[in-house]
């Protein structure tokens, strides 16, 4: 490798190691089961959410690890996968609607509503999950070559600020009727509180985030210091 070569992948790792397959799996998993969960509508007294609110911020967590140690490509390539395996599932539960119901099953109706709104999901999350991911995975990097290796904090919490305000915004205006919102007052509520939910999430776990991308960093072989 040239000198020039080698100062351009510094700041980054090949995604040829064990740690990357290991941080998109745990990733994908994280997307679809959010997306489920993001099926029923939920309610903590005047607050307006979805089940999604539980693991869904944790794909931030990953993204930024992801971007930080392997580059704004490799955690768009997760990104792409994570939806790929989205949208099999959804096509999975479509076929299965189709498919004839055994004499003992009852719970067709309640399988199709599910159904039903989880592929409007998967388009409200295709949409702000692409939006969010990338504008994350882009900060984090457009940062990171200013700072090198230094204020961490800096690109963590600004990625986050930036991805998860395109991401809510896209995400609930294709949502909110999926899960049963129709006035606007419900509406201003689900997306104030997701982007500021989320947001919180992500800074509440910077310091596990922080350790996480340090223990990948000094066993990742193949990262060199941004300098």
């Known amino acids: 490798m040239t000198s020039t070569q080698e100062h351009q992948h510094r700041g980054t790792a090949a995604i040829g190691s064990a740690y990357y397959p290991v941080l998109v799996a745990v990733f994908t998993a994280l997307v679809i089961i959010s997306n489920v969960t993001a099926t029923k509508g939920v309610a903590f007294g005047p607050i307006i959410t979805d ?106 919490v600004g990625s986050t600020f930036a991805g998860q305000l395109g991401d809510t915004l896209v995400f609930c205006s294709i949502a909110a009727g999926a899960i049963g919102i129709s006035t606007f007052k419900d509406f201003a509520v689900y997306t104030a509180l997701g982007w500021f939910y989320k947001t919180a999430v992500e800074v509440v776990m910077l310091p596990v985030t922080y350790r996480v991308i340090a223990y990948i960093k000094r066993r990742e072989p193949t990262y060199q210091l941004a300098v």
């Open 51 to 156: 089940g999604g609110f539980i693991v869904f911020p944790l794909t931030y967590v990953i993204g930024d690890v992801l971007s930080e140690v392997y580059g704004f490509k490799a955690a768009r390539r997760a990104i792409f996968l994570g939806f790929a395996m989205n949208i099999l599932a959804a096509f999975t539960f479509w076929v299965t609607i189709y498919l004839p119901a055994a004499d003992f099953y009852t719970n067709e109706e309640h399988f199709e509503n599910v159904v039903h709104a989880y592929t409007q999901l998967i388009i409200a999350g295709l949409a702000g999950f692409i939006v969010g991911q990338t504008i994350n995975a882009w900060v984090v990097v457009a940062i990171k070559q200013r700072t090198k290796e230094k204020h961490l904090w800096a690109r963590l």
